[in-house]
Nanobody
Framework: QVQLVESGGGLVQAGGSLRLSCAASGRSISDYAMGWLRQAPGKEREFVAV????????IYADSVKGGFTISRDNAKNTVSLQMNGGKPEDTAVYYCAAKRGLSTTVLPASYEYWGQGTQVTVSS
């Protein structure tokens, strides 16, 4: 069992930056792909970014490429999402999620463990 807790959300002006963090407990996440997903009001949960178990392979949604960076520290059992150049359309609850195994996925339904989410609001 993996427990995930996100932090770092808040209010930022358009063009600003935020760094989201996800702390895992219960077991090591070193053999899990780790993702960030988000859900805006009235919309379905959508993929944002994922990093493979080794931290080498990273995939981003087209909407965040060039602005967001995902990283992980297996020694500390943490995952981060650096958000630069925020836009109002990035406003959502952001979730950290884990999928066991070597492969990455962009499908929300493929993730086994989820955090409770952290609110990010980008004002125009």
């Amino acid at each position: 069992q993996v427990q995930l807790v996100e932090s770092g959300g808040g209010l930022v002006q358009a063009g600003g930056s935020l760094r989201l963090s996800c702390a895992a407990s219960g077991r090591s996440i070193s053999d899990y792909a780790m993702g960030w997903l988000r859900q805006a009001p009235g919309k379905e949960r959508e993929f944002v970014a994922v990093v493979n178990w080794l931290g080498v392979k990273k995939i981003y949604a087209d909407s965040v490429k060039g602005g967001f960076t995902i990283s992980r520290d297996n020694a500390k059992n943490t995952v981060s999402l650096q958000m630069n150049g925020g836009k109002p359309e990035d406003t959502a609850v952001y979730y950290c999620a884990a999928k066991r195994g070597l492969s990455t996925t962009v499908l929300p339904a493929s993730y086994e463990y989820w955090g409770q989410g952290t609110q990010v609001t980008v004002s125009s």
